[in-house]
């Protein structure tokens, strides 16, 4: 498989999603880092030593159930002026799940993370699912940038097409999973360093 063709999305998930963000102003060296599927102990708490290190804002777009069995994670990640933002209760596949039961499960992580930002699981939704939840106000925040950290790649290749494909706005995502650790915790670092040097800043997606 080749990675480098993955990074950036297709061009038709923006068709089949228009109204979802994509990326942010091209004229500004900003980057908006992102992470999903935590809070989990195992990882999350290391991210965010790392991004104290690098003054670095993100957004860590939570798993419901996860934010109710780690409490002291998800304010943590608060404390520390991240933000936070909706992945679902159970990180639920769109098309394996009936409309109903997948808007239920966002409004339930909604009621968490109170705030109207949410990102689907694997970046797949029904269109009765995308056109309902932007019915009710939600904000869709994609990616312009995807690591693979979870995915069976090298480290280094993980590393090189997040840095290859970044640009100014680009939301880049990473993930605060277990599957994810190898990669993440050789990339992150590395990601961080590379562009704070060239004079980048990273800042979290407001609502």
Not at 156 to 167: A, F, Q, R, S, W
């Amino acid at each position: 498989m080749d990675f480098n063709l993955l990074i950036q999305p297709k061009a038709l998930f923006k068709k089949i999603y228009p109204k979802a963000v994509w990326n942010f102003n091209r004229s500004s060296q900003v980057i908006y880092l992102t992470f999903d599927d935590g809070p989990i102990p195992e990882i999350t708490k290391w991210v965010l030593d790392e991004l104290i290190k690098f003054n670095a804002q993100a957004t860590f777009f939570c798993v419901g159930e996860n934010i109710k069995q780690h409490p002291d994670i998800f304010e943590r990640i608060i404390a520390q002026g991240h933000g936070v933002a909706n992945h679902t209760m159970n990180h639920l596949k769109g098309f394996s799940t009936s409309t109903e039961d997948y808007l239920k499960d966002v409004d339930g992580c909604k009621l968490l993370v109170k705030n109207n930002l949410f990102r689907p699981p694997y970046g797949l939704l029904k269109p009765s699912q995308y056109k309902q939840l932007l019915a009710k106000n939600y904000t869709l925040i994609m990616w312009d940038v995807i690591s693979y950290d979870y995915e069976k790649i090298s480290e280094k290749t993980c590393l090189n097409n997040v840095i290859k494909n970044t640009k100014n706005g680009s939301i880049v995502l990473f993930h605060d999973s277990v599957k994810s650790e190898n990669n993440l915790k050789y990339a992150l670092p590395l990601f961080l360093s590379h562009f704070t040097n060239l004079g980048y800043t990273f800042k979290k997606i407001e609502t």
